[in-house]
């Protein structure tokens, strides 16, 4: 257990040392065609394992989710605090 306890720190280091070194690599992969098994619309192919590296179009579609998540998150925030009549800029002195 206590081997197993760092694996996952591990890893993250091994991540962010990649991302600093490397950080345009994704973006310099070429446009892989859709591996998808009978073109599955991306809606449709949630939870479909890919078998290579994403395409812009999956780049861009990803971002643009993460930013989605991002900004409910963001005005949930906002909402709880000025529910609990907090106001953001106390908190940023």
Same mark, same amino acid.
């Given at each position: 257990?206590? +081997?197993?306890?760092? +694996? ?7 991540h962010?040392? +990649?991302?600093?070194?490397? =950080? !345009? $690599? ?9 591996? !998808?098994?009978?073109?599955v =619309? =991306? ?6 394992? %890919? /078998?290579? %590296?994403?395409? =812009? #179009?999956?780049? !861009?579609? #990803?971002? $643009?989710?993460?930013?989605? +998540? #991002?900004?409910?998150?963001?005005? /949930?925030?906002? %909402?709880?605090? #000025? $529910?609990?009549?907090?106001?953001a800029?106390?908190?940023? $002195?």
């Amino acid at each position: 257990m206590v +081997i197993q306890a760092r +694996i996952p720190p591990a890893l993250a280091g091994i991540h962010n040392f +990649i991302i600093y070194h490397d =950080p !345009t $690599e994704v973006e310099d992969m070429v446009d892989i065609p859709d591996p !998808t098994p009978g073109n599955v =619309p =991306p809606e449709r192919s949630f939870g479909l394992l %890919a /078998s290579g %590296a994403p395409n =812009p #179009a999956e780049r !861009t579609r #990803a971002k $643009e989710k993460r930013d989605q +998540i #991002a900004q409910a998150m963001w005005e /949930s925030y906002q %909402a709880i605090l #000025a $529910e609990r009549g907090v106001d953001a800029v106390e908190l940023l $002195e």
